[in-house]
């Protein structure tokens, strides 16, 4: 059992008016994949329109440029609630900043936005 207050990600199980909603950590196969306790880094909300741009295919263009240079975990939930998890207080905050500010931008800005910060991160 986790405590109260501990950020997990999960999915929902069932979900019912009037009801808790009963969650999960494993997939629809049973395996625990990446579910779970998230132990460390940052998490900021989002409006849900992010979130799905950031878990879209074709990739992100901020995580795209970021992963190829960075080494960091992310959890996006369709909730709007981003964990985000690097080496480093100030790179988790350039991550965590990065998407917020990418929301308005298009993809060839949020590339050029991101390969600006990568430069100045390393």
């Known amino acids: 059992m986790k405590r109260v207050g501990a950020l997990l990600y ?11 909603p009963e969650l999960s950590c ?3 196969c049973g395996k625990a994949g990446e579910f ?23 990739t992100c ?5 970021f992963g190829k240079k960075l080494s960091f975990e992310i959890a ?3 909730n709007g609630r ?9 790179t988790t905050i350039i991550i965590a900043n ?6 308005a931008l ?10 600006k910060l990568v430069e100045r991160v390393q």
């Open 10 to 20: 999960v999915r929902v199980a069932k979900a019912n008016p009037g009801m808790n």
């Open 26 to 28: 494993t997939d629809g």
């Open 36 to 58: 779970g306790a998230l132990k460390e880094g940052y998490m900021f909300e989002c409006s849900t329109g992010l979130s799905r741009m950031v878990l879209s295919t074709p």
């Open 61 to 65: 263009p901020v995580l795209d440029t």
């Open 76 to 78: 996006v939930g369709l």
């Open 82 to 90: 981003v964990s985000v998890n690097a080496s480093s207080p100030s």
């Open 98 to 103: 990065a998407l917020i500010n990418s929301e």
């Open 106 to 115: 298009s993809g060839v800005q949020q590339k050029i936005m991101a390969e």
